[in-house]
């Protein structure tokens, strides 16, 4: 008889551990951690979503406005950041022009 309570219980336990396994999976799907970011890029800008986005996974962004002042050319520098772009990331030719639009904001800025 004994063995038959601790059975049940053991099941019930697992059953619940499943329930809560799949709630949280629910609750962290991709589609929910794309609202809660959407809610925090609009805030953020675009260009820097864009940064995010392409370049972020490898590099910073003081590392890339470093890039741009080098020599004091901060045009000649933001062309050939552009040119590099092209050749390196996986973003559109627009969104190149974006993210060294900001860069360069960002660059004349500090």
């Given at each position: 008889?004994?063995?038959?309570?601790?059975?049940?219980v053991s099941m019930?336990?697992?059953?619940?551990?499943?329930?809560?396994?799949?709630?949280?999976?629910?609750?962290?799907?991709?589609?929910?951690?794309?609202?809660?970011?959407s809610s925090d890029?609009?805030?953020?800008?675009?260009?820097?979503?864009?940064?995010?986005?392409?370049?972020?996974?490898?590099?910073?962004?003081?590392?890339?406005?470093?890039?741009?002042?080098?020599?004091?050319?901060?045009?000649?520098?933001?062309?050939?950041?552009?040119?590099?772009?092209?050749?390196?990331?996986?973003?559109?030719?627009?969104?190149?022009?974006?993210?060294?639009?900001?860069?360069?904001?960002?660059?004349?800025?500090?």
């Amino acid at each position: 008889m004994h063995h038959k309570i601790i059975t049940r219980v053991s099941m019930v336990l697992a059953v619940l551990c499943l329930f809560v396994a799949a709630a949280f999976a629910w609750l962290v799907s991709p589609a929910q951690v794309a609202l809660a970011t959407s809610s925090d890029a609009t805030s953020a800008g675009a260009e820097d979503m864009l940064f995010v986005k392409y370049c972020g996974g490898c590099h910073t962004q003081d590392e890339m406005l470093a890039i741009l002042r080098k020599d004091d050319d901060l045009a000649g520098n933001a062309d050939s950041m552009q040119q590099f772009l092209k050749r390196h990331g996986k973003s559109s030719d627009e969104q190149d022009a974006q993210i060294v639009a900001a860069l360069k904001e960002l660059a004349a800025d500090r």
